[in-house]
């Protein structure tokens, strides 16, 4: 196989990690799905989908931070990657939240944790979801994760941007 032939670690590690957003790994000599019944290769294609039918205000940059963040896990910038997922979730809130103050005709304040209280209130998330968001965020937005190698830290991350926004789609389809 390409990855244990390959003599440049670089290229090998880059080419683990484009498997690993596909969906495998390679294990003693083979290529083996990594992914139980929840597919990111399908949860991506779901929420660009979910993405371009929405309302949001910002769907090609947020589509963009996401091709970012994959671009930077498969190139091994870790820290990158969940910046540029922070970026798309981010913008994703915001976008919500314009929808949800145009609606319920009330105004959020500034910051995510503000934005994140607001729709709570509004009762387009629930109180669980409100502390799931926010722990979302503080995992995207934190530096280290103790216990965590960085490409797991990456890979968690990227999975959790795709997630929340896949959530922030769904809701505002229904809800608004």
């Known amino acids: 196989m390409a990855i ?35 597919s990111v290769t399908e949860e991506r294609s779901r929420l660009l989908t979910n993405l371009g039918a929405s309302r949001l205000g910002r769907k090609t940059l947020i589509a963009k931070h996401l091709e970012d963040a994959e671009d930077f896990f498969s190139e091994g910038k870790m820290h990158p990657a969940m910046g540029q997922a922070r970026s798309a979730l981010q913008a994703g809130v915001e976008d919500t939240v314009s929808l949800v103050e145009n609606h319920a005709k009330r105004r959020a304040g500034g910051g995510f944790v503000n934005q994140i209280e607001f729709l709570m209130r509004e009762g387009f998330i629930s109180a669980d979801e409100q502390q799931a968001f926010l722990a979302g965020w503080g995992f995207l937005s934190a530096g280290a994760h103790p216990g965590l190698p960085p490409d797991e830290a990456g890979r968690v991350g990227l999975i959790l941007g795709l997630e929340f926004m896949q959530m922030l789609l769904v809701k505002a389809k229904n809800l608004l």
């Open 4 to 38: 244990t032939e390959s003599e440049a670690s670089v290229d090998r590690d880059q080419l683990r990690r484009s498997l690993q957003l596909d969906g495998f790994e390679v294990s003693k000599g083979k290529t083996i799905p990594i992914e139980g019944p929840v």
